[in-house]
């Protein structure tokens, strides 16, 4: 349980770590990778803790210095078999990216996960590796445990069908272990650092964007700073957004353009947030993001551009009931099989905050003010979930508790420590 006092003002300068999308992604292309390679400014989240292990029992070394990390990776079909069941804990993306990975291996494995990872649909992953010949099963539900048994594999031509691109990833990860190419089309752009990393060629075509992968493309060690983590940082600009008098800058963040919707949506929605010093950086463009109080109107939210803020959704509904109008947001129905159905969770806090909620299959609409009461919000056991009914309990009159607190560290450890270091109260 943690409790949030009502915020005055947030002012000050923030270092977050390494984003965890691209922190999973370097994690496993050095482990895959033969011989030594070098993460810094690593996430320091569980859900990377759990990649990490994962591919130490597959014979990874990872020596973990701070934000930094030195692997020992074991190249082309080098892993070795795992003794033990690879378990993913929360992570939707170890989950997913492994299973493409070990689609090519010469061993059995079985993955598992939490509770929460556990009733995630893991069909969307099983049916494309199948047509690719994979030997890979989840459980008659669809969900883990997968068991993944020796195959041959061959490449495939394959429109996505669902907008995930931990199922676009999963895809490429085992077909970069065919000298023949393979072709994924993906409709709706979704986060491409898996292309990216991998140097993939892509394609702009009236079917969509062509993604093209062979062996061609398997990873060689390499060095990589990861720029600090747009999701996280997502929290603490609507927090200075909405206070009064505040100003922050978050130094070095991800702005790559598959993730940079939250900035997109903010600035329509009024916002004051600037962009310094940005550059290049291991490919993925980077700057510091500087944030000011700003007054804020609700705006309509286009279907497209949900795949770039799904997982910012919460925290940006939450920057919506401090906006001019109502907040709403439909074409979200994927929110319902993420860490929790955050449809659910966010509806049912935002009654307990005090406010008028219309729950729909794919969204929900928001109106009235937040009640003076101290509220007792839910986590859902969902990090995202803890940390936007954090922020939302320092914009109530008198705070607010977050019960289960503690998940939050599936994807910042740090985040008390860092609003204690910014928040006049
Ligand atoms: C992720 C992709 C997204 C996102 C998740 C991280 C990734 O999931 O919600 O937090 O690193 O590829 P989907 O691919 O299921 O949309």
Do not use: W
């Amino acid at each position: 349980m943690q409790k949030f006092k009502k915020v005055n003002s947030i002012k000050g300068e923030l270092f977050l770590r390494g984003d965890k999308s691209i922190s999973h992604r370097a994690v496993m292309f050095s482990a895959m990778a033969d011989g030594i390679s070098v993460i810094r400014n690593c996430s320091g989240s569980e859900d990377v803790s759990s990649t990490i292990n994962c591919f130490e029992k597959l014979g990874c070394k990872f020596e973990i210095n701070g934000d930094q990390i030195k692997v020992t990776g074991k190249g082309f079909k080098g892993f070795a078999k795992p003794k033990t069941e690879l378990y993913a804990g929360n992570s939707g993306t170890t989950a997913r990216l492994i299973s493409g990975i070990l689609s090519a291996q010469n061993f059995e494995s079985v993955i598992t996960g939490d509770e929460s990872l556990s009733q995630r649909p893991m069909k969307r992953i099983v049916e494309p590796l199948k047509l690719m010949g994979a030997d890979i099963s989840a459980n008659e539900k669809g969900t883990l445990p997968i068991i993944i048994k020796p195959a041959v594999i061959k490449p495939v031509n394959y429109k996505l069908q669902v907008a995930s691109a931990q199922v676009k990833s999963a895809i490429l990860l085992c077909a970069i272990h065919l000298d023949e190419e393979s072709v994924i089309i993906e409709q709706t752009p979704t986060r491409n650092h898996t292309e990216k990393l991998l140097n993939l060629k892509t394609q702009t075509t009236n079917e969509g964007t062509k993604i093209y992968a062979s062996r061609k493309n398997y990873p060689q060690p390499f060095e990589i700073t990861v720029p600090s983590d747009i999701s996280s940082a997502a929290f603490f600009i609507v927090l200075a957004l909405v206070t009064k008098d505040s100003e922050i800058i978050i130094r070095n963040v991800s702005l790559n353009e598959t993730r940079t919707g939250v900035i997109k949506i903010l600035r329509q929605m009024g916002g004051m947030i600037e962009i310094e010093n940005e550059k290049e950086e291991s490919g993925e463009r980077t700057g510091d993001v500087r944030v000011y109080s700003s007054r804020l109107k609700n705006i309509s939210i286009p279907k497209e551009i949900i795949p770039n803020i799904i997982d910012e959704i919460p925290i940006i509904a939450v920057a919506g009931i401090f906006a001019e109008g109502n907040f709403k947001i439909d074409n979200a129905k994927e929110l319902r099989v993420k860490e929790s159905d955050r449809i659910k969770s966010l509806c049912t806090n935002f009654i307990k905050a005090g406010l008028t909620v219309e729950e729909f299959e794919d969204g929900f609409e928001l109106s009235g003010t937040v009640s003076n009461e101290e509220v007792m919000f839910e986590s859902y056991g969902d990090h995202r979930i803890a940390m936007a009914f954090g922020v939302l309990s320092m914009l109530m009159k008198n705070g607010g508790v977050v019960n289960d607190f503690e998940c939050a560290g599936v994807s910042n450890p740090q985040f008390v420590a860092q609003i204690n270091n910014l928040c006049n109260y």
